[in-house]
């Protein structure tokens, strides 16, 4: 099945979705500028939308901070965050009662079945790995009696997993170009909802693209893989596909990817160094976008702004950004 791709005419509606974790680091800083500047230099606008689904993790103190953190870098958003918009609620932890509904439709039309499994017996079952490093799911509690479930529900509360049809998902991606997965094979039944009735990302994301009229996703590469469940859900729920640029991963100069456990490029270090212009025009030098690093705000760049400057293979950082 071919994706299609958001019509030229339509105006752009782009997001960053961050999750606040922790302090915002380069990494997020450069998918923030890439997401914000493409939306701009369109015409169009762009959404923050705040994915702490699971707020123990994401506390509201680390999206207020994420907040400031962009606005210092001079990133300003068009609704979401704080200031709403409307399409409000745009954190994620507060739009259960949305994702609870397209759960139940989801129900309705596709094979969606309590699933058992923890992460460790599908490890000692030796179920075989993505290319991602994930496990794809051997369909284990498919097809289980009512009986067996009720049983089971005693011992443990299931996650909800949605069966996928053996489909092929082709789409051609901004950066990255054509990608094509079969979905058993490449994917496998997903989670909808993890154990302790959380909503799952596959689900919360396409949700919130389709309801919020997304057309345009920036992300990191990592997760090109989900981009083909993702459109068959967005497909299955009746939304529109969005067209997709999935962007390079920054490395630091050894060639490893950043941690969010490196705090020296989070933004508590990087403001101590070096100024918002700065920080924006090293983004837009590795971006492809300028010929060196040198300071720059976001409106200059916007107003450069080309996808086809942006290179497609991972970055490694220089090392005078270790301040
Ligand atoms: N919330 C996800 C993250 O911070 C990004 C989700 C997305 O862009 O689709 O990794």
Redesign the pocket.
């Known amino acids: 099945m071919i994706s299609p791709a958001a019509t030229p005419m339509e105006p752009v509606i782009g997001r960053f979705?961050?999750?606040p974790s922790g302090r915002l680091h380069l990494g997020?800083i450069f998918c923030a500028l890439l997401a914000w500047a493409s939306a701009k230099s369109m015409g169009g606008k762009i959404i923050l939308r705040i994915?702490d689904l699971d707020l123990e993790r994401s506390p509201r103190a680390y999206a207020d901070q994420l907040e400031a953190d962009l606005q210092w870098l001079g990133l300003s958003f068009d609704e979401g965050g704080s200031a709403g918009g409307p399409c409000q609620p745009y954190y994620q932890s507060e739009r259960f009662s949305i994702y609870r509904s397209l759960f139940h439709q989801l129900e309705e039309t596709a094979e969606v079945y309590p699933c058992f499994c923890s992460r460790a017996s599908l490890h000692a079952a030796s179920a075989p790995h993505l290319s991602d490093g994930r496990i794809l799911y051997p369909g284990t509690c498919r097809g289980l009696s009512p009986e067996t479930i009720q049983e089971k529900r005693r011992v443990r509360p299931p996650a909800d997993r949605i069966r996928v049809p053996d489909e092929t998902i082709s789409f051609t991606d901004g950066v990255q170009g054509r990608t094509s997965a079969r979905l058993p094979l490449d994917c496998g039944d997903f989670v909808l909802r993890r154990a302790d009735g959380v909503y799952a990302?596959q689900l919360a994301?396409v949700a919130d693209d389709g309801l919020m009229g997304v057309n345009q996703?920036v992300?990191?590469r990592d997760?090109l893989e989900s981009t083909p469940v993702q459109i068959w859900l967005f497909q299955k729920l009746g939304f529109s596909v969005p067209q997709f640029f999935h962007i390079p991963l920054l490395l630091d100069p050894e060639g490893n990817r950043l941690s969010k456990r490196d705090k020296s490029l989070d933004l508590t270090a990087l403001k101590q160094n070096f100024l918002p212009e700065e920080i924006i025009g090293l983004l837009a030098f590795l971006a492809g976008q300028i010929p060196k690093w040198e300071g720059m705000t976001p409106g200059e760049l916007m107003g450069i702004f080309q996808w086809d400057r942006v290179p497609m293979k991972d970055i490694r950082l220089p090392k005078k950004i270790y301040g």
Request: proline share 9%; no cysteine.
């Open positions: 979705a961050p999750t997020n994915e990302y994301v996703v992300r990191g997760l």
